[in-house]
């Protein structure tokens, strides 16, 4: 009797060698089965591979993916110096003006998980070119509005073009760059959407004062035509099919369903030979003619060959791998830590403009030339943060003979955590007390860099703990975050109101440390829970 191996790859390219895949053995009564699974499917081996493009090319697509990230984070703040005019001009209440920009940020985060699923079956490059036209348009769209209704609901556009930029740009860069170099390209990464934050105000400042409200947002349709045309022409996929765990699970899907159909054959005829009809018929079913010739020769076929398997969006649906994102005790905690960093964020920037307005007496410009410093203190977290990160699983790894696992990652969290609640109270009590500008700016400076030195690293963390998962994980993380961000702005000002910035920034220390504890129980703890929960999914996909 005569058997015959057929190895049908996740993707028509790339030569898959030690991966998971799936073989076809005639003369067995198991059509398709998975020959070996692959623990890392991150370095299966695929054609044009991303890891090995040249710096230059890695850096193109890292300029390019921040760009798009920093205009997704100036849309949020560079409105606000706006508001006064638009309320003016379209005869709308306050209450309507704070939806403009609360309708952003929640929107932003939802439909994330929809593009991630996107990305799985028509690659990061469909999926980002789609919505930047998307937020082009609803750009377009506020800058011409007649009424506030129409601006409330074409910002909620805006959000969700932009949305794809927040959630799936740290995926793509786990597309190209190995996990050793990720905190330095994360820290340079998110050091873009900070940006936004912090220039929004200035630009938008200028902008209204020279040539009105509505040419703020004529200026980010400019921003996302530029952003769009770099993604049209310059922009390479760096998606591979062979290291998604969605597509894995498609494939052993149809590998069950060739068991199936071969159960139905007559098992004591001549059809198991390898030169029988019926026993051609069934593994033309999985394989091309080419590899039904290669395997009457006893020769494996490479993943080159393969037949390429059609995905739909039925076959990517994203909630089932989110339920096992957040299944998992490690994931769980660290985006809630990782939800609460942002929403102090958001926080911060949304009441100090309003105690600078009322108690110092501030103009638009003013105020977003102070709020520079928080954002500049962000940034330079962030870049700070993702280098030390990355030299600390460095040395870690070499203390561990060689060896590392995601959670050595956080380690470099822990210089940050004893300053960041003292700046965050400092902060509190100068502006409680009205102290001078200059103090307020060096506790802006000191909060923004301390947070984000955090979370550059929490991020990198979620990413390298959810290997072939990468889209979803960071999809899931803009949920929490921007979640978290609307919770906090909509209850900002009231307790603001209520109890001043003393108390609501003394409150928000108390979070942090929170946030701390939560971080550091995943550094001491995420690693065993991580691999009971991998254990598990192991025993269950047998």
Same mark, same amino acid.
């Given at each position: 009797?005569?058997? #015959?191996?057929?190895?049908?790859?996740?993707?028509?390219?790339?030569?898959?060698?030690?991966? #998971?895949?799936?073989?076809?053995?005639?003369?067995?009564?198991?059509?398709?089965?998975?020959?070996?699974?692959?623990?890392?499917?991150?370095?299966?081996?695929?054609?044009?591979?991303?890891?090995?493009?040249?710096? #230059?090319?890695?850096?193109?697509?890292?300029?390019?993916?921040?760009?798009?990230?920093?205009?997704?984070?100036?849309?949020?703040?560079?409105?606000?110096?706006?508001?006064?005019?638009?309320?003016?001009?379209? %005869?709308?209440?306050?209450?309507?003006?704070?939806?403009?920009?609360?309708?952003?940020?929640?929107?932003?985060?939802?439909?994330?998980?929809?593009?991630?699923?996107?990305?799985?079956?028509?690659?990061?490059?469909?999926?980002?070119?789609?919505?930047?036209?998307?937020?082009?348009?609803?750009?377009?769209?506020?800058? !011409?509005?007649?009424?506030?209704?129409?601006?409330?609901?074409?910002?909620?556009?805006?959000?969700?073009?932009?949305?794809?930029?927040?959630?799936?740009?740290?995926?793509?860069?786990?597309?190209?760059?190995?996990?050793?170099?990720?905190?330095?390209?994360?820290?340079?990464?998110?050091?873009?959407?900070?940006?936004?934050?912090?220039?929004?105000?200035?630009?938008?400042?200028?902008?209204?004062?020279?040539?009105?409200?509505?040419?703020?947002?004529? &200026?980010?349709?400019?921003?996302?035509?530029?952003?769009?045309?770099?993604?049209?022409?310059?922009?390479?996929?760096?998606?591979?099919?062979?290291?998604?765990?969605?597509? %894995?699970?498609?494939?052993?899907?149809?590998?069950?369903?060739?068991?199936?159909?071969?159960?139905?054959?007559?098992?004591?005829?001549?059809?198991?030979?390898?030169?029988?009809?019926?026993?051609?018929?069934?593994?033309?079913?999985?394989?091309?003619?080419?590899?039904?010739?290669?395997?009457?020769?006893?020769?494996?076929?490479? #993943?080159?060959?393969?037949?390429?398997?059609?995905?739909?969006?039925?076959?990517?649906?994203?909630? /089932?791998?989110?339920?096992?994102?957040?299944?998992?005790?490690?994931?769980?905690?660290?985006? &809630?830590?990782?939800?609460?960093?942002?929403? &102090?964020?958001?926080?911060?920037?949304?009441?100090?403009?309003?105690?600078? !307005?009322?108690?110092?007496?501030?103009?638009?410009?003013?105020?977003?030339?102070?709020?520079?410093?928080?954002?500049?203190?962000?940034?330079?977290? !962030?870049?700070?943060?993702?280098?030390?990160?990355?030299?600390?699983?460095?040395?870690?790894?070499?203390?561990?003979?060689?060896?590392?696992? /995601?959670?050595?990652?956080?380690?470099?969290?822990?210089?940050?955590?004893? &300053?960041?609640?003292?700046?965050?109270?400092?902060?509190?009590?100068?502006?409680?007390?009205?102290?001078?500008?200059?103090?307020?700016?060096?506790?802006?400076?000191?909060?923004?860099?301390?947070?984000?030195?955090?979370?550059?690293?929490?991020?990198?963390?979620?990413?390298?703990?959810?290997?072939?998962?990468?889209?979803?994980?960071?999809?899931?993380? !803009?949920?929490?975050?921007?979640?978290?961000?609307?919770?906090?702005?909509?209850?900002?000002? /009231?307790?603001?109101?209520?109890?001043?910035?003393?108390?609501?920034?003394?409150?928000?220390?108390?979070?942090?440390?929170?946030?701390?504890?939560?971080?550091?129980?995943?550094?001491?703890?995420?690693?065993?829970?991580?691999?009971?929960?991998?254990?598990?999914?192991?025993?269950?996909?047998?």
């Amino acid at each position: 009797m005569h058997s #015959a191996h057929a190895m049908v790859s996740d993707e028509g390219t790339g030569h898959v060698q030690n991966s #998971a895949h799936i073989a076809v053995e005639v003369g067995s009564p198991v059509v398709a089965f998975y020959n070996e699974i692959k623990t890392d499917i991150e370095h299966v081996t695929v054609e044009d591979d991303p890891l090995k493009w040249s710096n #230059a090319h890695k850096t193109a697509i890292l300029i390019i993916v921040s760009a798009g990230s920093m205009i997704a984070g100036l849309a949020v703040s560079i409105q606000n110096p706006a508001n006064a005019q638009i309320q003016n001009d379209l %005869q709308a209440s306050t209450s309507e003006i704070s939806w403009t920009l609360s309708i952003f940020i929640l929107v932003q985060g939802l439909p994330g998980l929809i593009w991630s699923a996107i990305s799985e079956i028509k690659g990061r490059k469909f999926v980002y070119i789609s919505s930047v036209a998307l937020f082009l348009v609803a750009s377009a769209m506020v800058a !011409s509005s007649k009424t506030i209704g129409l601006v409330i609901g074409m910002r909620a556009l805006q959000a969700i073009g932009s949305s794809a930029l927040m959630s799936i740009a740290a995926a793509t860069l786990a597309d190209i760059y190995e996990p050793h170099e990720r905190g330095t390209k994360m820290g340079i990464y998110y050091s873009a959407p900070l940006m936004g934050p912090a220039l929004g105000p200035i630009l938008g400042g200028v902008l209204t004062q020279s040539l009105g409200w509505r040419s703020v947002f004529w &200026f980010i349709t400019i921003c996302a035509g530029v952003v769009l045309l770099a993604l049209i022409f310059i922009f390479k996929d760096t998606f591979r099919k062979e290291r998604s765990l969605t597509y %894995q699970n498609v494939l052993q899907i149809r590998a069950k369903e060739g068991e199936l159909q071969h159960q139905h054959l007559d098992k004591s005829s001549h059809a198991f030979s390898v030169t029988g009809k019926p026993a051609q018929h069934t593994l033309e079913r999985i394989a091309s003619p080419r590899q039904i010739g290669e395997a009457n020769s006893h020769t494996a076929a490479h #993943a080159s060959s393969m037949e390429d398997v059609d995905v739909s969006l039925a076959d990517v649906n994203p909630f /089932p791998p989110l339920r096992k994102i957040l299944t998992r005790v490690n994931n769980l905690v660290i985006l &809630f830590a990782s939800g609460l960093i942002f929403a &102090f964020s958001y926080s911060i920037s949304y009441t100090c403009s309003r105690t600078l !307005s009322e108690y110092y007496g501030y103009n638009a410009l003013q105020i977003g030339l102070v709020l520079l410093s928080s954002g500049t203190g962000s940034i330079c977290g !962030s870049l700070l943060g993702g280098r030390w990160s990355d030299r600390t699983i460095a040395k870690l790894k070499q203390e561990n003979g060689g060896s590392s696992y /995601p959670e050595m990652r956080l380690a470099s969290t822990r210089p940050a955590m004893g &300053f960041l609640p003292p700046a965050i109270i400092g902060y509190a009590w100068v502006c409680e007390k009205h102290v001078h500008v200059a103090a307020m700016c060096l506790m802006l400076y000191l909060a923004g860099f301390l947070s984000t030195w955090i979370y550059a690293s929490t991020l990198a963390y979620i990413v390298d703990a959810n290997p072939g998962r990468s889209s979803t994980i960071v999809a899931t993380n !803009s949920v929490f975050r921007c979640v978290f961000a609307f919770v906090a702005i909509e209850v900002a000002i /009231p307790i603001q109101v209520a109890i001043g910035d003393g108390g609501l920034y003394t409150i928000w220390g108390g979070i942090m440390i929170i946030m701390e504890v939560l971080t550091l129980t995943v550094f001491y703890k995420g690693k065993k829970w991580r691999e009971a929960c991998e254990e598990k999914d192991g025993r269950e996909s047998q």
